[in-house]
């Protein structure tokens, strides 16, 4: 009934946002392990099962930049956390009521984030 979103502050709109953890794919890594790693990086948070959920494509009018969407599950503290510096990160839960109307209202407005968070709730 609940699931975890990052606060996370973004220099480029100079704002705070509400989005899933996400990053780079380094060279030869398999999505699910930069999701998995990714999870780490940002959240502090390791995950038992890692679900694939498609991708999408961000902007392809311009970019073939090609995001990998995952579902984690079973969520415990991972010992390998080490925040970075220049990010400001905060973890917030919330009910999985909450979603629809915080979508709504904009506060979320991560068009990667809003992806995930309904292929998650049609399955």
């Known amino acids: 009934g609940r699931c975890k979103l990052l606060r996370q502050y973004r220099y480029a709109i100079g704002q705070y946002i509400y989005e899933a953890p996400a990053g780079t794919m380094e060279t030869g890594e398999d999505p699910a392990e930069t ?3 990714e999870l780490i990086e940002e959240s502090g948070f390791a995950a038992k099962t890692i679900l694939p959920k ?26 390998d956390y080490k925040k970075d510096d220049d ?37």
């Open 35 to 37: 999701a998995r790693r």
């Open 54 to 79: 498609g991708f999408i494509y961000t902007t392809p009018g311009y970019t073939d930049e090609k995001i990998f969407l995952f579902e984690a599950r079973d969520l415990y503290p991972s010992q």
């Open 87 to 123: 990010e400001i990160i905060e973890v917030v839960d919330v009910p999985l009521k909450d979603l629809p109307s915080m979508i709504q209202d904009g506060t979320i407005c991560d068009a990667k984030t809003i992806c995930l968070l309904h292929v998650c709730r049609e399955s």
